[in-house]
């Protein structure tokens, strides 16, 4: 069992930059691998990154590309995913999520955090 609660979202202006965090407790937190999807108003959930266990293997989507970077520290148990030159469509509930297979199909990701939300303004 592994609880994620979400951290850092807020409102930014276009171009502009917002750190999102995610804490893990409960399971062991370096055996999952780790994921960021995103919803918008009227829109399915969209993959937006994820991590591999150890942190060696990283992948975006192409939207977010050069913009945005995931990353891990199993020693502090989080997961982070630094966005820059945000855009509006960025605008969106961002969530973290924790499973056993490296996807970005979010039916196989095991644990989801409550989301949180990320408004950017033109």
């Known amino acids: 069992q592994v609880r994620l609660v979400e951290s850092g979202g807020g409102s930014a202006q276009a171009g502009g930059s917002l750190r999102l965090s995610c804490a893990a407790s409960?399971?062991?937190?370096?055996?999952?691998?780790m994921a960021w999807f995103r919803q918008a108003p009227g829109k399915e959930r969209e993959f937006v990154g994820r991590?591999?266990?150890?942190?060696?293997?990283?992948y975006h989507t192409d939207s977010v590309k050069g913009r945005f970077t995931i990353s891990r520290n199993n020693a502090k148990n989080t997961v982070a995913l630094q966005m820059n030159n945000l855009k509006p469509e960025d605008t969106a509930v961002y969530y973290c999520?924790?499973?056993?297979?490296?996807?970005?199909?979010?039916?196989?990701?095991?644990?989801w955090g409550q989301g949180t939300q990320v408004t950017v303004s033109s």
């Open positions: 999520a924790a499973g056993r297979t490296m996807t970005t199909n979010d039916a196989l990701y095991n644990y």
């Open positions: 409960g399971s062991t937190f370096s055996g999952y691998f």
């Open positions: 991590i591999s266990w150890d942190g060696g293997y990283t």
